[in-house]
């Protein structure tokens, strides 16, 4: 072994590992800031449930009805809150490295198994345990893991936990942040929706000019629609999940 070939694995062996810290703590930091984020805007959720309790306390013509869905999202707002907490501890006190998804995968199956022996009547145990399953097969490639669990919450719900057998069919498309829903259709319907205008007679006594004016307002004016009809069911799903709190 030459010499310069032992410099250099001194300093692979050597520098290697902080290498590994590096990323690790990385990584960790992000998740951290993220799961920041997730509380904060929870604490908001939180006080703004708060002044409608009040309120409605106070109203005489409130009804108790409409009272009671109230405190059930403050249950819920505030199990979402105890879970962030209980992640950012768990990153912080025992993620030294290797990849963050299969660490919370393992995290929240011990939370799951802790829960169950402690607080069975809870549905903490429950949550956890298909959230575990959940982020083990399903995520994309380079899909955030906190992002996916955000997203596996707000249509889950903890109060109600959903199997994530329900979150897949949820998720047929998405970007690695957001998710959205597919509309299945028989093969042979393929293309029908749009053969009427396909078979229209074409006008060609029009300006080139025009047509190129024409196709970039049909294209921004689909982009838009697209980008609408993606948030309406990305707030559809989202509502879903909570309105069984309520």
Known sequence: MTKNTMI???????????FCWGMAHQQGRQALQQLELLKQNLHKKI????????????????????????????????????LYNRLGLGIESY???????????????????IELKENPQDSLWRFALYMSRALDKVPERFEQ????????????????????????????????????????????????????????PIKIQVKTTDIIKAAGAAGAAGAAGAAGDSNQGLSKDSNQGLSKDS
């Open 145 to 200: 893991p906190i992002d996916f669990i955000s997203a596996y919450v707000s249509f889950s719900t903890l109060l109600e936990p959903k199997p994530p057998e329900d979150f897949i069919i949820s998720r047929n498309y998405t970007n690695g942040r957001d998710f959205a829903v597919g509309s299945p259709i028989e093969r042979d319907q393929i293309g029908q929706k749009e053969l009427p205008t396909l078979q229209a």
């Open 8 to 18: 250099c694995l001194f300093t692979i062996f050597t520098f290697f590992p902080f």
């Open 47 to 82: 006080s703004w449930v708060d002044i409608r309790i009040e309120k409605s306390l106070r109203s005489k013509d409130e009804k108790l009805s409409q009272i009671e869905p109230l405190g059930q999202l403050r249950k819920e707002y505030l199990l979402r809150l105890d």
């Open 95 to 113: 993620f030294k490295g290797g990849e963050l998804k299969v660490f919370l995968t393992g995290y929240l199956l011990k939370l799951s198994e």
